[in-house]
T-cell receptor, first 113, second 113 residues
Framework: AQTVTQSQPEMSVQEAETVTLSCTYD???????LFWYKQPPSRQMILVIR??????QNATENRFSVNFQKAAKSFSLKISDSQLGDAAMYFC??????????FGAGTRLTVKP | KAGVTQTPRYLIKTRGQQVTLSCSPI?????VSWYQQTPGQGLQFLFE???????NKGNFPGRFSGRQFSNSRSEMNVSTLELGDSALYLC????????????FGQGTRLTVV
């Protein structure tokens, strides 16, 4: 079964600094998609970034980038120039054509002014 | 364009009652998925609907059911409520069944007393 593991329940970062959130997953499939979602106190899940497994190039969205290591089944999120508005729960998720979306347990990110 | 709308936002029910939650997807989106979020179990997949048909179902008891209408709006129903059903129920919509981008609603917070 596909599982997603986020080993950091909580992380904190100083405003304007960089932080990396970790995610590993387990799968026997070769074609799949990986996502990072942000859930602020409003509770609405917001897609931050996504990566197709067949693409070797790491996805980037403004201050957010990923380090996708397919062989190691690792998918970390790097947030550069952290802002107060980045404070939220971050969920790593996995999806494939054969399976529904699986989420990790989440990492609570605190941004210190 | 309007986002995913879930109603009601908050609900309090008594054990043994039943409840119906509603989700209106983004206009043009035909796939709707439901998730349960609790502090203990995290985010868990409930079911996915496409073209009025349930395409995938998570590991939940038969008390949890759903349906999708011809306009893609979806409802989920929980019968014989238990205290453990207290959770945030999230709905997500996508253009198609395996569209990689899912947009979430703000959720319905269900409290069972």
């Amino acid at each position: 079964a596909q599982t997603v593991t986020q080993s950091q329940p909580e992380m904190s970062v100083q405003e304007a600094e960089t932080v990396t959130l970790s995610c590993t997953y387990d799968t026997s499939e070769s074609d799949y998609y990986l996502f990072w979602y942000k859930q602020p106190p409003s509770r609405q899940m917001i897609l931050v970034i996504r990566q197709e497994a067949y693409k070797q190039q790491n996805a980037t969205e403004n201050r957010f980038s990923v380090n996708f290591q397919k062989a190691a089944k690792s998918f970390s999120l790097k947030i550069s120039d952290s802002q107060l508005g980045d404070a939220a729960m971050y969920f790593c998720a996995y999806r494939s054509d054969l399976n529904d979306m699986r989420f990790g347990a989440g990492t609570r990110l605190t941004v210190k002014p | 364009k309007a986002g995913v709308t879930q109603t009601p936002r908050y609900l309090i029910k008594t054990r043994g009652q039943q409840v119906t939650l509603s989700c209106s997807p983004i206009s043009g989106h035909r796939s709707v998925s439901w998730y349960q979020q609790t502090p203990g179990q995290g985010l868990q997949f409930l079911f996915e609907y496409f073209s009025e048909t349930q395409r995938n179902k998570g590991n939940f008891p038969g008390r949890f059911s759903g349906r999708q209408f011809s306009n893609s709006r979806s409802e989920m129903n929980v019968s014989t409520l238990e205290l453990g059903d207290s959770a945030l129920y999230l709905c997500a919509s996508s253009r198609d069944l395996r569209d990689t981008e899912a947009f979430f609603g703000q959720g319905t917070r269900l409290t069972v007393v």
